[in-house]
Each structure stands twice: as C-alpha cells, then as structure tokens.
C-alpha cells in the first residue's frame, strides 16, 4: 500500500515539469519568510517590540547566510544523485520547527539560533539550489524560461511574504505570521514527497516531455547557441568543469550581482525611511513592488534564447548599475517607486542569466554540484551585501 502511494503519479494535461516548478514555488514561499528580502522588510516590527537594535538583523541574515554557502557544496552532490523529492520535504519541516521557534523567542540569542538554522537549510534546499537543479534536469528546450521562472520564485514570494506578515504584524503580532508559515511549511511536506522527482526519466518521460527538442549546445568557448548545431546534451563532471575559464569568470559574475542587489533588498526600506522621509508602511510597499516586478524575467528567459544569456547578461547588469547611482538621489515616494520599478525589471534577472549559462555550458549531470560549488563564494557577496 505505500509502496503504491510512493510510486503514485497525477495524470496532468501538461507536462509534468510544470508541475514540478509549481511544487518548488509553494516550498519556496514558505521559505522565503527567513530570506534576507523579507527580513529587511519586517525588522521594523520585530525591533518595535524587542527594543533590538537594527544591526541584531543583518548579523543574523550575514550568519545564515554564510552558513548555508557552506552547506551548499553538499546539498548540490546531494541533489544531483537524490532529487528534491527527499531533500525539500526535509528542508520543509527543519524551516516549519524554526518558523515556530521563532514565533516564541525571548532573546537574541533563541533568534538568532533560529534564524540562522532556518536560513542556511532553506536558502539551498528551498529556494535556490535544488529548485533550480530540478528544473535544469526536467527541461532543455525550455530551460531558460523555466530557470527564469524559477528566479522569480523568491523575490515574488517575498514581496507577498512581506505584506502578509505586515499585516499579520498590525492586526496580531509578527510572532503569529512567523506560526502560521511554520504550519504552511509542515502542510506541504507529504504533498512534495508525492509530487516530487528526480528527473523525468524516472516516470517515463524526457526532458520537455516526449515531443520534447534539444536545442543548441553552447561551448565554454563563449560562442552563442546559435552558432551551434542541434545535437544531444554533452555534460561536463565537476573535474572537467573547473578547470576551463567561463567558469570561474560565471562565478564572479555572480558574485558583483549577488553583492549589488543583496545590499539593495536587505537595506532598502531603513533608506528610504530615513533618507527619502517615507514611512514604515510606504518604504515597504516600494520594496514589494520592485520585487514582484522579478516576473520580468520570465521575458529575459525569452530574450536569452534569441540573444543568448550571455549578451543579456550585459545589458541586466549595467542597467542595474546605472539604477544604483540613481538611488542616491531618491529623496520622494514617487522618485522611489520609478527606483523599484526599473530595479525589479533588471537586477532580478542577472542571477538567472548566470544560471542559464551554466546550464548551457555544462549540462545537467553535474548542474548540482557545480551550482553548489560556487554557492559558498556568492553567499559570501549575499551576506557581506
């Protein structure tokens, strides 16, 4: 009988990688409730009532952060030989006991334990790395609009994230918000381990499903997919895959975008509150609202495959520096919202452009590991950010 219930697959209308990203999207918004973006948004509230300093929070977030850098190497071995189907219902119920623990703390250091044991699992097994290895394995000819999809996973649901526990904060307290994620969290355990696979050679289908068609295989040379012909995916190992240039140069790209944009979303809303003269609740809404505006990489992960990721990539990241030197002279709400609204649209899609790339380059045998492995040198950025 469980045997059976194990081995249980939906019939769907659509192909079932679909179904995967969906199931990712809901485990990622249960996660995002310990990430950086929505910590920065809610640390008002929790100050409010604990008299803690605001620099207690980036402590916290820069720990975590760095913590599950150095976790990432593994889980990426992990999630190459095993899948999200054991390793996110895991993350899932090690957030939903932290979101409790939170929702009860006394002391800095009961928050700080929380946090930090929350953020370093959830980041690579909930929001970026097992994800993003799931979608790599399900798809090819798609992959670049499914990686872009899966980018935008976080930041809308921290956009959402920081509204409702907003909310909850003035209507109740941030500590019931904290309680109900951690119930949302255990809620979706068993259905993740149903619904999840490896790959979609495990329930009988291919990459894009079975009218599915390899597109282009880029080379580490740098030349774009449209300069190569059609053929089946070569994948690199991990040995293979260090020892050539474009890899260590994706990696500090990663690097410069992931300091950039960390230090926009973690700091945003005491800038503007401060700087600009908005208030608690007007500096967070401008926060969502260039968050959620991440959908607009769903059209980077068009334009990546008539540009290639890499000509893209260009054009996200010197927008985004452009934007940066514009928000030093914010100082109205309406100067802020055309801030967020330029930012959401170009920095967003600069980790998801790394992440195609290195798809594009390597393949999917390895895409785990080799996402891990450079893992602990961008969340280093994130949590210096």
Not at 89 to 100: E, K, Q, R
Not at 175 to 199: E, H, N, Q, S, T
């Amino acid at each position: 009988m469980l045997n059976r219930l194990f081995n249980w697959q939906p019939r769907t209308p659509f192909y079932y990688g679909w179904l995967i990203l969906g199931m990712s999207s809901l485990a990622t918004f249960a996660a995002s409730g310990v990430s950086q973006v929505v910590l920065g948004g809610i640390q008002v509230y929790v100050s409010e009532e604990t008299r803690w300093d605001i620099s207690t929070f980036s402590y916290a977030a820069t720990i975590g952060t760095w913590c599950s850098g150095l976790i990432a190497p593994f889980i990426g071995r992990l999630a190459d030989r095993y899948g999200p189907r054991w390793l996110m219902p895991s993350g899932l119920l090690i957030a939903g006991v932290c979101f409790l623990l939170l929702s009860g703390v006394s002391s800095v250091w009961q928050f700080y334990a929380a946090y930090i044991v929350a953020r370093a699992v959830s980041n690579p097994v909930l929001i970026g790395l097992v994800p993003r290895t799931a979608a790599v394995n399900f798809f090819r000819r798609r992959r670049n609009i499914a990686l872009a999809l899966v980018s935008t996973f976080r930041p809308i649901a921290g956009a959402i994230n920081i509204q409702l526990i907003a909310l909850i904060a003035i209507s109740q307290s941030w500590r019931d918000a904290f309680r109900y994620l951690g119930i949302f969290a255990f809620a979706l355990v068993i259905p993740v381990v149903l619904l999840m696979r490896r790959r979609p050679e495990d329930i009988g289908l291919q990459p894009d499903g079975a009218a599915g068609t390899p597109p282009p295989q880029p080379s580490p040379g740098g030349r774009g997919s449209s300069a190569v012909a059609q053929s089946p995916e070569t994948s690199w190992t991990v040995r293979e895959a260090i020892r050539t240039r474009p890899y260590w140069l994706i990696v500090a790209t990663a690097c410069m975008g992931t300091l950039a944009s960390s230090s926009v979303g973690f700091s945003l809303v005491p800038y503007l509150v401060e700087g600009a003269g908005l208030s608690v609740t007007a500096a967070a809404g401008v926060l969502s609202f260039g968050t959620v505006l991440s959908i607009a990489n769903v059209g980077w992960g068009v334009l990546s495959d008539k540009f290639t990721p890499r000509r893209c990539l260009m054009v996200t990241m010197i927008g985004s520096g452009a934007l940066l030197a514009y928000l030093t002279m914010v100082d109205s709400l309406a100067e802020a919202l055309v801030f967020a609204l330029v930012w959401g649209v170009f920095s967003g899609a600069v980790g998801s452009m790394e992440n195609m790339m290195l798809a594009q380059y390597y393949g999917r045998d390895s895409y785990g590991s080799l996402l891990g492995l450079f893992s602990p040198f961008q969340t280093a950025a994130l949590g210096l950010g």
